[in-house]
């Protein structure tokens, strides 16, 4: 079984670069938004601040690179190059689904990257149906104790669940088993989507039952249902993939909605997010931090150097959005009034 599930790890990596893999009809949001030009921002761009802070940790951008990937031999050497890059650039790095872990020992060293990241916050992640399945406190104890993990997160893919040949459907009474880890670990305890959006909600049921950060994650980017409609050999479930290629909360309207509904939620943005000015709409929308996973990808597969100068470029793009808009400090920018809909 758990050569299976090495086996998916790795086609999982693979088919995430196709096209295919792209949700159909359905936008992240951001193209409705645009910022209103400022002619004289009246800031020095040299002195643009993208200092961010994240449960005590002090960064020097707002940016994660969203869970993807781990317990398969491409799986080291890309979370080997996206810890090294994420080090230099000060980026939060959070690690693909964790559970493998448990189960074996083959590719457990492609989740201990802490080596190679010792000053930022690394972040662990299970599915959350996975508590209905076995997986106990004392295992995601285990789990942070090998990876050395400053913080934990819970995704949530009901649907990507039903397409997969081996999805666990089970997602009954799992808000208190939620509420029950989050006494249990030691670390700040967050959920996320996988791409198909978080409504305020859910948000709040999770924000009651302790949880401390919620990563949106919603639709626009990777669809997990067409993932696993390209790895199915089952005729009924890659039939009924394709009806839901355009499923899901779009990312920008995620971040409206929990946003209003829990204006001292720490909220992420993932999903779709593609450059920089994506990003500085995401946190002039509310997201506190913003999430790249996809599209650092093939740069991962080749070496440290191609991820560190696609970071650049995203870096880049954040500060040239806030000079426009004259924001000095991502603080400035999420308070900005320049951000229209259209």
């Not at 005590?56 to 994660?64: D, I, N, R």
């Not at 909600?201 to 009651?208: Q, W």
Request: hydrophobic share 40%; aromatic share 8%.
């Amino acid at each position: 079984m758990t050569d299976f599930i090495h086996k998916r790890k790795t086609e999982h990596i693979e088919l995430s670069l196709k096209e295919e893999a792209l949700g159909k009809g359905v936008t992240t949001g951001f193209d409705h938004y645009r910022f209103v030009h400022n002619a004289l921002p009246e800031i020095n761009f040299n002195h643009i601040d993208l200092f961010a802070n994240f449960f005590g940790y002090s960064l020097k951008t707002p940016f994660l690179i969203s869970s993807m990937t781990g317990g398969a031999e491409l799986a080291e050497t890309i979370n080997r190059h996206l810890a090294i890059a994420a080090e230099e650039r000060g980026w939060i790095f959070a690690l693909g689904s964790t559970r493998v872990m448990t189960e074996s020992e083959k590719y457990r060293s492609s989740f201990q990257i802490k080596r190679f990241a010792p000053s930022i916050p690394v972040v662990a992640n299970i599915g959350a149906v996975q508590l209905n399945y076995g997986m106990t406190g004392e295992q995601c104890l285990r789990i942070l104790e090998w990876t050395e993990a400053d913080a934990f997160v819970l995704h949530l893919n009901s649907i990507q669940e039903i397409i997969q040949p081996e999805g666990d459907k089970d997602f009954s009474n799992l808000l208190p088993k939620i509420e029950k880890l989050v006494r249990q670990l030691p670390v700040p305890v967050g959920v996320k989507e996988v791409g198909f959006g978080i409504d305020s909600s859910v948000a709040k049921k999770l924000t009651d039952a302790g949880i401390r950060f919620i990563d949106v994650a919603g639709a626009g980017g990777t669809s997990w249902s067409q993932i696993e409609k390209l790895r199915s050999n089952e005729k009924i479930k890659k039939q009924a993939a394709e009806a839901f290629a355009s499923w899901g909360n779009p990312t920008a309207e995620c971040l409206i909605d929990v946003g209003e509904a829990l204006p001292n939620q720490l909220m992420l943005a993932s999903g779709g997010i593609r450059t920089g000015l994506d990003a500085a709409k995401a946190i002039a929308l509310g997201a506190s931090h913003v999430g790249f996973a996809r599209g650092v990808l093939k740069d991962a597969i080749t070496s440290e150097e191609a991820v560190l100068e696609w970071m650049e470029v995203r870096e880049l793009e954040l500060q040239m959005a806030m000079f426009g808009t004259g924001a000095r400090s991502i603080q400035t920018l999420k308070e900005s009034s320049r951000l229209k809909k259209v």
